[in-house]
């Protein structure tokens, strides 16, 4: 008896711990341009791997333009992996980016072809897992407008599942903080590329689903001193 206590405790434990890391991501949305260069471009996004990513295509970006709401996915990154601490660039155009930050975007897509007033969805398979700003409104004279400038995460912020934009965790250049620049490293006021830090406590590692579950809360299990109660049966799923 004393075993089978012990057991559904530690089951309880280890179901409780992989929920709350099921609510953590490893990829988050760091930065947003709307450049200066002919068509505003470069445009872009800076994403930030805050663990290690065996296979980014589980992954996927969208744009909401002009306050329409959700697009969905529309660009898919493909099948590589990525490393704790690693930045990626989605980029509308190659040559534009490669110009203005003197290196070259990891991907390029149409769907990073953004305006100063679009919000950006990140996805996980189908689920949206972070977003910058509002997807149902139009970004002209709001806090997280970036027309012709950029926005940047604060560090130590984001890091959990969330569709929920928090404009407190993003600093900003201001709306045209970038006309008439050439280039980043001579910028008044530049990108921040590659800055942001997660902290010196990054979120907790998703975990996968464990291949055998006790399934408490089809049941209740009461615990009084050393005897156990089982009020409804357990039932044990196995992959």
């Not at 200066?36 to 805050?50: D, F, I, M, Q």
Request: overall charge negative.
């Amino acid at each position: 008896m004393k075993k089978l206590i012990c057991t559904i405790q530690i089951v309880g434990f280890l179901l409780f711990v992989t929920t709350g890391l099921s609510q953590a991501t490893s990829l988050i949305i760091t930065g947003v341009i709307d450049g200066p260069l002919s068509g505003g471009t470069p445009k872009a996004v800076e994403l930030y791997a805050l663990n290690d990513i065996s296979d980014m295509s589980i992954y996927g970006l969208g744009s909401a333009n002009n306050g329409g709401g959700s697009d969905g996915i529309e660009f898919t990154f493909p099948t590589i992996s990525a490393s704790t601490g690693d930045f990626l660039y989605v980029a509308s155009a190659n040559e534009e980016f490669k110009n203005f930050f003197s290196f070259t975007p990891n991907s390029i897509t149409p769907s990073a072809n953004i305006n100063g007033d679009d919000a950006i969805e990140l996805f996980r398979n189908s689920t949206v897992i972070d977003v910058f700003g509002n997807i149902a409104m139009d970004g002209t004279g709001q806090p997280w407008e970036y027309l012709d400038g950029w926005a940047y995460r604060t560090d130590a912020t984001g890091g959990l599942d969330t569709s929920t934009f928090i404009v407190s965790e993003w600093y900003f250049s201001s709306p045209n903080a970038l006309d008439g620049e050439t280039s980043n490293n001579g910028a008044a006021i530049p990108f921040p590329a590659g800055t942001f830090s997660p902290g010196s406590t990054p979120p907790p590692v998703p975990s996968p689903e464990p291949s055998t579950i006790l399934l408490l809360g089809s049941g209740i299990a009461v615990l009084s001193g050393k005897r156990l109660r089982r009020k409804i049966g357990r039932k044990t799923l196995k992959k």
